[in-house]
């Protein structure tokens, strides 16, 4: 048994659609995850910014807009008018209720019912073209399984039980299909996983259903050394252990969240990355296996502010930092690196949403320095400290590039640097001429 998920570009057409399709048709029982189609999560937070400022005539707009590019792909996807006709009705009935939302007045939960319906369309075009084709197909619904609960997090009794009655009760059916991102909160509202979206309802499923492999297919083969898009030749990572994947998705390898695998890490399922343009490429493996003495990948976290607190109350005191933290805790900011002296402790943070309010509970304990536009740089693998000469291999590769702050001994697997963002770029393509040649 395997987890399949297929983000939004793997299914963006209605010829990745029938690829897609070919892909999980081989006569395997699976369970099959999918998010919305590329764009149109976008388009949909577009109709729900338009609503928030009561702009009805441009959420009808796009909202038609939107109908007409499902209209279409239909129209390419099926060859008989029964199952395209039966496909369209379904499909209507989710523009119809977009329609009527937009009567409605604006709330936070209205937008989620809103977003959600990409994921709903997704899986009903994928639903009716395995039907046309004669595949074994059961369609069911994240809302009547996935939870989460007042901390917004998984609740993963309610969502073991729901689903195993599902797949339970379907023991022979090969494709059990269903959708990412979508769930139902405390309260039964229509909700979503936000932090690593249709890739952690796989894991979760993965986990509940003991896989013996849960795959990610993106339009990329697997993890790759370096950003891609930014540096040339870069390749792909082979192999990674849970703890690696997860420093490399944290600091900015959008492949993969790093939340989404902690399910599988605990249940000890490997997670393999898959390209869906190249199926037949190996991709990434990522498992609980080690691989020593190597150097696997540089990753990018951008849009970085710091903030240096200096206090001469630091100095032989004790609760200072635990004061400090405690005002990221009230806001709810997460903290990417730490440095301290003596005198002063420095913090970088990704979210900028409450750096005023931040900013001034902190001047009540020191002097407050503020920089922004900067960028942290992510060195991953085994870089335990009885790998002699590693940490000065890296460091050397950047000796050129001015550093503001170096996050190191946290974790045996990642080095950090904090840089102007003016020289990400360098920094990146002297790391990988130095590491990976």
Known sequence: MKVLKFGGTSIGSAERIKNVANIIANGERKIVVLSAMSKTTNALYEISNYLSKNNIDGSIETINGLKQKYIQVMDELFSMESFKQKCTDVILTHFDLLNQLSQEAFTPMLEKTIVAQGEFLSTHLMYYYLLENKKEVTLCSALDFMRIDKNNEPDTPYIKKNFLEIFQSQPTTEIILT????CRNAY????????????????ILGGIVSAEEIQIWTDIDGMHNNDPRLIANTSPVRHLNFEEAA????????????????????????????????????????????EKGKIKAVATKDNITSIRIKSGRMLLAYGFLRKVFEIFEIYRTP????????VAVAVTIDNQKFLPEIVDDLKQYGTITIETDLSIICVVGDLQYNNIGFEAKIVNAIKEIPVKMISYGGSNYNISFLVESKHKLQALNALSSNLFV
């Not at 903290?335 to 003596?342: K, L, V």
């Open 188 to 203: 039964g509202e229509i909700d979503n996983l936000e932090r690593g979206g249709s890739d952690y309802t796989a894991s």
């Open 247 to 290: 420093e490399l998705a944290y600091f900015g390898a959008k492949i993969l969240h790093p939340t989404c695998i902690l399910p599988a890490k605990i249940n000890n399922i490997p997670v393999r990355l898959l390209n869906t343009l190249q199926a037949n490429a190996i991709g990434t493996l990522i498992s609980n296996d080690i």
């Open 179 to 182: 959708q990412g991102f979508v």
């Open 335 to 342: 903290i990417d690196m730490i440095t301290t002296s003596e």
